[in-house]
């Protein structure tokens, strides 16, 4: 197949370049847009008691509208609200409601707090209306500004959060990092490809066809979320920013190493693509299947957020490959050795000064390198047990200065924690009659004797009687560790276990999704990773036709992962202070760290083999891979880990976790797992690592 793809570049660059374009028009006009939600139960399966609740709500209480937004108003000087004030804000509400955006139901003013330091308004969302549609956040704009504008020259100030405003917040802080991070983004790869090549060329050659390639990926993946009607979370456009640029970057220095290998040898710049192809292809094809592999595991979640995630991954990948295998050798193909102007230094050979001793010392003491290396990760590894998982999306989706954070602090002023976003319990009649009064208020009774319970609120009869609505709210915020633990145990079995007879009970509201994120997320790592692993094992077992490597090579993963996540969980929960971390960052790091572990890793002992097979015995095979692979591993380490750190500068935790975690399991993987710990264990083990398939003997030339 490689020879064939360097026959088609070579011969015919002027197609593939045309098919590119083309397709690309082609794509961008007809493909639908990728859009986000902030709703965290769209992104579990209806199978979870919270999804039920909600399910059933929506059912039995038809003409009741959800809270859309809330209007928090306090003084500038936070004092407690007087008798004028509280006139200023009926006016004010008054005002809003009769210009109310058709979104809103309408807006109606609550009786102000105890301590008379806050009021609240609430804006009911419309009938089947979604407070995370875009409709309902240009609502939320609209009444934000006008709420300001009705505020100003009095003595209040007023805030909106909710779900619709933490939405709006949430998206104008993703647009915001997705522009930060793609100028950063496109700023380090044109700084390091200068510094790399020396070539100005080569500086615009990967953001060019990189941004080409990226608008298909993007089309495709819009038409993928609307055909089988997946879910994305607000943070994957600005990650597959990242993606598409790191990796897509990382395969084109895999083939222009190659490619200006071959040149130095003598070749013509026509045969030394082929030949770059011929030889880089199969590491390419193999590392894009190990990541591509990693990614489409997540289909296999529970959670429709990583199985939207995964595939939109993953068809970015793919894209890249057959880019960087077909679209790339076709450019240079027609650019010739002009791609490296205006440096003449390719022409030679560079001594590699600094990666030839490192790899003439591991030749010596592979033992010593393996050792201090599985050590360090180790290490590491052992405080990935203390991570706590967060899984409140909407909260690490945008910094807490904007004005939903904002208004939130300020409504928790007047109200307890519990009261900002109450759980919802039901009691549904499982035959038919009708609820009996005295049973749903001992019901009610019983469930506000529960840990961490703070109030219940009368039951709310639906108009058949046959569902009671109880508003609950606890003790502690209901996206804390308390909280979470509350409902998955007092709140949920006090619920059940008072249901009466013929009936049954439900616990729903947000921190109800929580408890069920921690569930099925539980499931999923017992799911996802083991199949990720077994199948990329698969892949490195036919690329290296051996059923020892695979092994080490994949405990190399597994402890660059380990040792990724305990440093995160030092930066963020021992040396920050973080009470979490968000849930999503252990499937991050492991598809990341293990899929571009397994990329750096291949590269490495695909380099190694070919040293072994021109008669080398193992230890100077790996001393003569890092000599030559070595500056190809760390300049596409650097890249990938820079690229990905530039997410620190996305405003929200979200972003800054990953942004961390991933550019630090990358500078793992590239600098410690393949540099040392892959060539070092190979060179202990010898032609043994190679066994059945014997691939490191030596071939005939011929």
Known sequence: MFPALGRLATRHPWYVVIAWIVASVLIVLTAPKLSSTADQSEFLPSKYESIRASNLQTEAFPQQNAVGALVVFDRTDGAALTAADLGTVKKVVAELDAKVPAVFSGVVAQPPSQNKLVQIAVAGIGKDKNPYEPDAIDGAKQLRADAHADVRGTDLTVGLTGAAAQALDSQDASSKAEAIVGLTTLGLILLLMVVIFRSVILALFPLLVIGLVSQVAVGLIGA?????????????????????????????????????ERLRLGEDHKVAVAQAIQRAGEAIMSAGGAVIVSFMALILSSLGIFKSIGPALAIAVAVTVVAALTLVPAVVSLLGTRVFWPSRAWKKEPTYARFGAIGRSLGRRPGTYAAASGILLAVLAIFALQFNPNFDLGDSGAPKTVESSVALKTLEKGFPPGATDPTVVLLHSTDGKPLDSTETATFATELGKADGVGSVAPAQLSPDRQTASYSVVLDADPTSDAALDAIKGPVRDAAHANAPPGTEALVGGTTSVFADFQKAMNRDYKVVFPVAAIVIAIILALLLRSLVAPWYLMVSVGLGFGATLGAAVIVFQHLQGHSGLIFLLPIYIYLFVVAL?????????????????????????????????????????????????????????????LGFSISFGIAVAAFVMAMFFTPAITALIGHAAWWPGHGDERRDPA
């Open 597 to 657: 572990g397994t990329d750096y890793n291949i590269l490495m002992i695909a380099r190694l083999r070919e040293e072994a097979r021109e008669g080398k015995d193992a230890r100077t095979a790996a001393a003569e891979a890092i000599t030559h692979a070595g500056p190809t591993v760390a300049a596409a380490g650097l890249i990938l880990a820079g690229t990905f750190a530039s997410l620190m500068l996305g405003g929200n935790s979200l972003l800054t976790a």
């Open 224 to 260: 993928a979320n609307k055909a089988f009607d997946l879910k994305t979370d607000s943070s994957i456009q600005v990650i597959l920013i990242v993606v598409l640029f790191g990796i897509g970057t990382d395969y084109i220095l895999f083939f222009l190493f190659r490619y200006r």
